[in-house]
């Protein structure tokens, strides 16, 4: 076994890890007790490991311009968007960070830029992967169904994350409630506005710059089973809180009324097990099939030429 195919496999276990890490690092978020050490340090394990992914990921596809392209997208309309949104409503709705979310780069805590990068470049991997564009730029196909279904992944996750940071962890406050679990419809239309805004600048960089490669490990099959795994890291913690979860409260204000925490955890866990579930699944049937196989990186290599 030569060096450079020690390295290529190396990477590859990794890309499998990582994401393993970061569903371990969810887990013992759910486990651990409030204020304790557990659940103050785990979402640091799950941050370092989902960067780490990202990195070796979108190196070995995009190679590092790009990536960083990618990553500076994300950051300024992910700033801007809610820096405005706070500031009239649009297009999220009306809300304000607490506290517990500093520091902050004037009204958006620093540590919801790489949020929106860490799950906007599983999501986006996730919807080129489903759509069977693994290549490193877009067709004509892709450079406008891509974004879509990115987009629709990214608020599919949020459908789950929202209701729990924002309701009974009090991250952010919705000024006037909302239909879901207390959350605004109007953020998620505005989160698919928003995203979408992110991913379709990323498609048209790509779909635009003149120079283009294909890596070898895009065609190992652990390279893209690696990609639900990565987009359903958060799932673990969802999922486990009806069973182990526990809260300093017994009752969450939700709309002005008190709900009992094991219900909010229960409805969160349900939500995730017939959304998030099944689209991993289908990722990792997608990634399992025979898209690995000789024929399919060779029209892979055939779109690079284009």
């Excluded at 405005?84 to 919801?112: C, K």
């Excluded at 924002?166 to 006037?176: F, K, M, Q, S």
């Excluded at 999922?239 to 939700?254: D, K, R």
Aim: aromatic letters at 14%.
């Amino acid at each position: 076994m030569n060096t450079k195919h020690e390295t290529e496999v190396l990477h590859a276990n990794w890309l499998i890890a990582l994401p393993l890490i970061a569903w371990a690092g969810n887990a013992l978020y759910a486990l651990g007790e409030p204020q304790g050490w557990v659940k103050d340090y785990s979402p640091a394990l799950v941050a370092s490991a989902l960067i780490a992914y990202v990195f070796l990921h979108g190196q070995a596809r995009y190679g590092g311009r790009a990536l960083g392209r990618f990553v500076l997208i994300v950051f300024a309309i992910a700033w801007i968007s809610e820096t405005i949104s706070m500031i009239t409503g649009f297009p999220f709705g009306n809300y304000h960070y607490t506290e517990i979310m500093a520091p902050y780069l004037w009204h958006v805590p620093v540590f919801v830029l790489p949020a929106y990068a860490l799950m906007g470049y599983a999501s986006w991997s996730f919807a080129c992967l489903v759509l069977d564009r693994r290549g490193a730029r877009p067709d004509r196909f892709a450079l406008l169904c891509v974004p879509l279904l990115a987009a629709s992944a990214m608020v599919i996750w949020d459908l789950s994350m929202d209701p729990l940071r924002a309701t009974l962890e009090g991250r952010w406050i919705w000024l006037d409630g909302g239909a879901h679990m207390g959350i605004p419809i109007s953020n998620y239309l505005g989160w698919f506005g928003v995203t979408w805004l992110m991913f379709q600048s990323f498609a048209a960089y790509l779909y635009l710059r003149p120079k283009h490669r294909f890596p070898k490990l895009v065609r190992s099959r652990m390279y893209w089973i690696s990609v639900p795994l990565a987009y359903s890291a958060f799932a673990g913690e969802y999922l486990l809180n009806p069973v182990v979860g526990s809260s300093q409260l017994e009752m969450t204000l939700i709309n002005q009324t008190l709900v009992p925490t094991n219900s909010l955890y229960a409805d969160v866990a349900a939500l995730c097990l017939f959304t998030m579930i099944p689209l991993a699944a289908l990722g990792l049937v997608m990634a399992l099939r025979s898209a690995a196989s000789k024929r399919m990186v060779t029209q892979i290599g055939q779109r690079e030429a284009r």
